[in-house]
């Protein structure tokens, strides 16, 4: 599976600040800080590196602005720098004619920091629907303990079970019993549809296994993340059966704050832990698939909570020039 993408001669400025179109999940995620001691106490800057864009992008000229102010700088493998004043300020990133331009929120920086930010491009090709496939909500508090969860998905919520009202208020118990208006429950559970930009799997990197395997690279990349034997017993009776209708599939996991890209979460009271892990998948059909990322071990101290989920790619359904 591999994008092509030409680059194409840059718009006219004046389409530039032309009207925002919204793309799902976050597209700048700061990654880390760093004081610098070069810089004085009115300085600061700013390190974003572009991620899911072809190889001709690494050094190619982009325009962005700062706060409304234009200007122009060459990529230098995928990364560009703005020093600004310390304080709050807003990008807009333009690359080129094939990726949606990028609109960041309010970025706060402090002085003599320097600031990295990964900054997730959006292709304008192999945009689908695609469902949010059965996230599942366990708590486990270390004792009985009224909670609100409310969860914002990127989507249209299409369907929750129990019934969901705005959020849900339960009372849950250390085994991970949840009550919910007379009625126990092992989790929360709901779905969504949101819109997926293919370009972003394939670039992420994953892995590929063949059917025979598919099971036991389940077993162990779930246990690796810290599942209990239940947790995988339900997230693998769900998914299997699916898997292996197929020779091949490539599969990428996606932990953590990187799953906002599907929802976020509300949960009062704050838990010590919020784990998440969420799959998403396709039949292999071929092409030079990057490096997975690493399974995160999760951390199950305390009040902690589990949310997994994923999603079924349908690659066929796209461009041509997947």
Known sequence: MRITLLI??????????????????????LTSS?????LTSFESIYVFKILDVSDEIASIEIRYSIDGVE?????KDYTFEVKAFPGKHKFQIYIGSHYKEIYSDTLKIEACTKDFYDVHARSNYGIIETLVDKPVIYLYPEFEQDIQVRVNPVGEMSFTYPKYNEGWSVIAQPDGTIKHEGNEYNYLFWESKHMMNVGVFSHNGGSIVEKKNILSFLENKLSEAGF??????DFITYWVPRMIQYDEVLIEFIQNSNCDQFATLDILPIPDNTNRF??????????TVTEPRKIQKMDRSGFDILEWGGQQLILNQVSETL
């Open 8 to 29: 194409a001669t840059l718009l006219s400025l004046n389409t530039f600040a032309g009207t925002e179109i919204k793309i799902a999940g976050p597209q700048f995620q």
């Open 34 to 38: 760093e004081k610098q001691s070069d």
């Open 71 to 75: 200007s122009r700088v060459n990529l």
């Open 228 to 233: 209990t034997s239940k947790e995988k017993a």
């Open 278 to 287: 969420y799959m998403s998948w396709a039949e292999y059909n071929g092409g």
